[in-house]
T-cell receptor, first 116, second 114 residues
Framework: AQSVTQLDSQVPVFEEAPVELRCNYSSSVSVYLFWYVQYPNQGLQLLLKYLSGSTLVKGINGFEAEFNKSQTSFHLRKPSVHISDTAEYFCAVSEFDGGATNKLIFGTGTLLAVQP | DTAVSQTPKYLVTQMGNDKSIKCEQNLGHDTMYWYKQDSKKFLKIMFSYNNKELIINETVPNRFSPKSPDKAHLNLHINSLELGDSAVYFC?????????????FGEGSWLTVV
């Protein structure tokens, strides 16, 4: 069975500072990895994904994430955050097999709170 | 054009009522899902359909009955609503494996049971 751990429930940061949101996963098979963002009272938007190839993945809004297989991590980073980045961020994993039974397993989310 | 659309976005209803949430995707995907987000923001899969066939049922109470009239639609009907059903319900869809298994979500339906 797969699981996802987001170690920080909330990350406060000042505007223009760098940020890292941590994500670790557990799986007995190869996986795809995703980060989704949820702005207040809105739906889930795909931020970026790792499927294969380069372990450094760039996403929308200046975010990037690095897949580290040995540490089973997929941490999300941004070099300089804006007030508008304040949102809930979810790390998710799905099995590499990708069959009809494939599903996303989510972490518990990290609230990124950007302060002026 | 919205890829995955669900209606209504907000729904307030009394305990014991029956309500439905509709979902449609225009991505041509074969697989659709319902996810539930509870008050602590935790997201968990409820159901998955592939080409109108039920594939995943994550031990959801049988008051919840999904229906897929075609592969572009997956509706969720809830009978005898309870206070604990208050949550945000997300519809989602996924294409074939060659598209990277990316799952696209709708905007959510905020259900409040009073």
């Amino acid at each position: 069975a797969q699981s996802v751990t987001q170690l920080d429930s909330q990350v406060p940061v000042f505007e223009e500072a760098p940020v890292e949101l941590r994500c670790n996963y557990s799986s007995s098979v190869s996986v795809y990895l995703f980060w989704y963002v949820q702005y207040p009272n809105q739906g889930l938007q795909l931020l970026l994904k790792y499927l294969s190839g380069s372990t450094l993945v760039k996403g929308i809004n200046g975010f990037e994430a690095e897949f580290n297989k040995s540490q089973t991590s997929f941490h999300l980073r941004k070099p300089s955050v804006h007030i508008s980045d304040t949102a809930e961020y979810f790390c998710a994993v799905s099995e590499f097999d990708g069959g009809a039974t494939n599903k996303l397993i989510f972490g518990t989310g990290t609230l990124l709170a950007v302060q002026p | 054009d919205t890829a995955v659309s669900q209606t209504p976005k907000y729904l307030v209803t009394q305990m014991g009522n029956d309500k439905s949430i509709k979902c449609e995707q225009n991505l041509g995907h074969d697989t659709m899902y319902w996810y539930k987000q509870d008050s602590k923001k935790f997201l968990k899969i409820m159901f998955s359909y592939n080409n109108k066939e039920l594939i995943i049922n994550e031990t959801v109470p049988n008051r919840f009955s999904p229906k897929s009239p075609d592969k572009a639609h997956l509706n969720l009907h809830i009978n005898s609503l309870e206070l604990g059903d208050s949550a945000v319900y997300f519809c989602a869809s996924k294409g074939q494996a060659y598209s990277g298994n990316t799952i696209y979500f709708g905007e959510g339906s905020w259900l409040t049971v009073v």
